[in-house]
């Protein structure tokens, strides 16, 4: 049973534009949801984090997206540069879990020069 | 400040041969997790160690155990390794003050089971 899914694979943007990477969720115990990037042989570097009480989240190009009613989130990047190309995993944490993060697949991000 | 480090970063071991990885957290964090990445798994949490007690427990056999020391520093063993268990093992520390808490990944270790 997947709880967190990131149902593209793959996205390939142009440098400067926006990239848009969506995650979506099960649990409804879920309350706090993060974004790593990840290289290949790394281990995920954070990148930005949203509570369930709020519905957005900034940091510099980095904005997260929390839409509690659809399950649904979105980390945007904007401009897109092309050492933003990575892998990015959506990762979830429910109240009461400690610190166990539930991930999805991931989203392989290209940004093209 | 320094970030999680872990070791050894590769590995090769036979099957039905022991393991043991160690992870060093980032100063002052107390706890630590640790995370198998595979091909076709994906990211699954293993355990989680809090003032070295076993605080959460993710859905792998017995074979998988770990421990934290008084300094935070957490290893993790896998004995009777099975060609399966060929992953990516990452550890990620947090300090543990709120449930806003991030947790930071360390480089990983590649364990190679042939």
């Known amino acids: 049973d997947q709880q967190v899914k990131q149902n593209s694979p793959s996205l390939s943007v142009q440098e400067g534009r926006i990239s848009i990477l969506n995650c979506d969720y099960t649990n409804s115990m879920f309350d706090y949801f993060l974004w790593y990037k990840k290289y290949p042989a790394e281990g995920p570097t954070f990148l930005i984090s949203i509570s369930s009480i709020k519905d957005k989240n900034e940091d510099g190009r980095f904005t997260v997206f929390l839409n509690k009613s659809a399950k649904h989130l979105s980390l945007h990047i904007v401009p897109s540069q092309p050492g933003d190309s990575a892998v990015y995993f959506c990762?979830?944490?429910?109240?009461?879990?400690?610190?166990?993060?539930?991930f999805g697949s991931g989203t392989q991000l290209t940004v093209l020069p | 400040k320094a970030g999680v480090t872990q070791t050894p970063r590769y590995l090769i071991k036979t099957r039905g041969q022991q393991v043991t990885l160690s992870c060093s957290p980032i100063?002052?964090?107390?706890?630590v997790s640790w995370y198998q990445q595979t091909p076709g798994q994906g990211l699954q949490f293993l355990f989680e160690y809090f003032s070295e007690t076993q605080r959460n427990k993710g859905n792998f056999p017995g074979r998988f155990s770990g421990r934290q020391f008084s300094n935070s520093r957490s290893e993790m063993n896998v004995s009777t390794l099975e060609l399966g268990d060929s992953a990516l093992y990452l550890c990620?520390?947090?300090?543990?003050?709120?449930?806003?808490?991030?947790?930071?990944f360390g480089p990983g270790t590649r364990l190679l089971v042939l």
């Open positions: 990762a979830a944490r429910r109240s009461g879990s400690a610190r166990q993060l539930t």
């Open positions: 100063s002052g964090h107390r706890s």
């Open positions: 990620a520390s947090s300090r543990d003050r709120g449930y806003q808490e991030t947790q930071y």
